[in-house]
T-cell receptor, first 114, second 114 residues
């Protein structure tokens, strides 16, 4: 069975500071990893994903995540956060590239203050 | 392009009542899913469907039923509402592709059972 652990339930940070949101997973088969973002009172939106190839993946709004197979991690980073990045971030894993039956972590709430 | 549409957005039910949460997608996606989101628990898969007429249980199916008579619609039925079903429900859909695969989520239905 697969599982995802997000150890930090909440991460407070000041605007323009760097941030890392941690995600560790366990799986006995090949994994496909995702980060989703949920803004207040909205549904989830895909932020970035790792399916294969380069272990470093980037999003269009400056986030990046690195797949580390030996450490079973997929941490999310951003070098300089904005107020608008305040949201809840979910790490998720799937064992099938084309079938999105996702197993989610418990989420990390990123709070960016001025 | 509307994407994934869920109705209603909010609902209060009394214990023992029944209701159907509606979900429709206009992207011609084969795969559809129902998740529930509880505070601090992340999202859990309730039911999923890989095409019209085909459904299967997810991680937490008890107390729910689904049907998939068309590609577009995937309603979730609660027969005898219980306080434990108070949650936010998300419907999602995806296309069985590879590199471009992504699950699209609806805005959610916030259900309270009293």
């Amino acid at each position: 069975a697969q599982s995802v652990t997000q150890l930090d339930s909440q991460v407070p940070v000041f605007e323009e500071a760097p941030v890392e949101l941690r995600c560790n997973y366990s799986s006995s088969v090949s994994v496909y990893l995702f980060w989703y973002v949920q803004y207040p009172n909205q549904g989830l939106q895909l932020l970035l994903k790792y399916l294969s190839g380069s272990t470093l993946v980037e999003s269009i709004n400056g986030f990046e995540a690195e797949f580390n197979k030996s450490q079973t991690s997929f941490h999310l980073r951003k070098p300089s956060v904005h107020i608008s990045d305040t949201a809840e971030y979910f790490c998720a894993v799937s064992d099938h590239q084309g079938f999105q039956k996702l197993v989610f972590g418990t989420g990390t709430r990123l709070l960016v203050s001025p | 392009n509307a994407g994934v549409t869920q109705t209603p957005k909010f609902r209060i039910l009394k214990i023992g009542q029944s209701m159907t949460l509606q979900c429709a997608q206009d992207m011609n996606h084969n795969y559809m899913y129902w998740y529930r989101q509880d505070p601090g628990m992340g999202l859990k898969l309730i039911y999923y469907s890989v095409g019209a007429g085909i459904t299967d249980k997810g991680e937490v199916p008890n107390g729910y039923n689904v049907s998939r008579s068309t590609t577009e619609d995937f309603p979730l039925r609660l027969e005898l509402a219980a306080p434990s079903q108070t949650s936010v429900y998300f419907c999602a859909s995806s296309y069985p592709g590879t590199a471009n695969t992504e699950a699209f989520f609806g805005q959610g239905t916030r259900l309270t059972v009293v």
